[in-house]
């Protein structure tokens, strides 16, 4: 174990590896209604095909994603607020795993050759998966960034700000050093009441 966090420290510090995993199933389920758009409009087969492979992809990251986004749920602890926005994020994990596996069922099916019916009906359908994905998703960003749940806080020591502005250069850093130390000699010096 040592080993690896001497490796990968950054992943050693996480309470949980689901957020590993949730960008493959954004990114491939995306592109999987992209191509499949595209391929529609521009009528060919070679954009379907790799439509079928994100979505082949996406729906494997998919049940990964929800797998260790299960196991987090209970080793992470939050407040009865963050609570039923924790459930919200899952209920809307459950519906795209869900959908995206119909979706990759139905395609094996039917190999590929669907009536301008199904293959409409195919695309609501993934619409709705991408509609559940990006709300799923803001929920679960909203439970990180908002409210810091897994998250460890770390320590800022007053006055330590650090301006990542183009104007100042150098000259900023002294000013603030220089007030920096302006405010330690104050509180080194005894005060008359």
């Given amino acids: 174990m040592e080993v690896f966090s001497g490796i990968l420290p950054g992943i050693a ?19 999987f209604l992209l191509m499949e ?3 529609a409009i521009m009528d060919k087969k070679s954009l379907r095909a ?3 492979w994100m979505l082949y992809l996406g729906t ?47 395609r094996i ?14 695309f609501i359908l993934a619409v709705v998966m991408v509609g559940n994905m990006t709300i799923g998703a803001d929920k679960g960003g909203m439970m ?11 320590p800022q020591e007053e006055g330590g700000a650090h ?3 183009s104007s100042g250069g150098h000259g900023e850093m002294e000013e603030t050093e220089e007030t920096d130390s302006q405010h330690d000699d104050e509180g080194s010096a005894p005060h008359d009441h």
């Fill in 37 to 39: 758009l595209l391929g």
């Fill in 50 to 52: 790799a439509a079928t």
């Fill in 60 to 106: 494997l990251g998919a049940v990964a994603t929800v797998i260790t986004g299960l196991i987090a749920e209970s080793s992470v602890g939050h407040g009865a607020g963050v609570h039923e926005l924790m459930l919200s994020h899952k209920n809307h994990g459950l519906v795209v795993l869900a959908i995206a596996l119909i979706l990759s069922i139905w």
């Fill in 109 to 122: 099916a039917v190999g590929g050759r669907f009536s301008a019916k199904s293959r409409a009906a195919h």
């Fill in 163 to 165: 301006d990542h502005g």
């Fill in 144 to 154: 990180v960034y908002k409210y810091g749940v897994s998250v460890q806080a770390v």
């Fill in 13 to 31: 510090e996480m309470a949980n590896i689901h957020p590993l995993f949730v960008h493959f199933p954004i990114a491939l389920l995306n592109g």
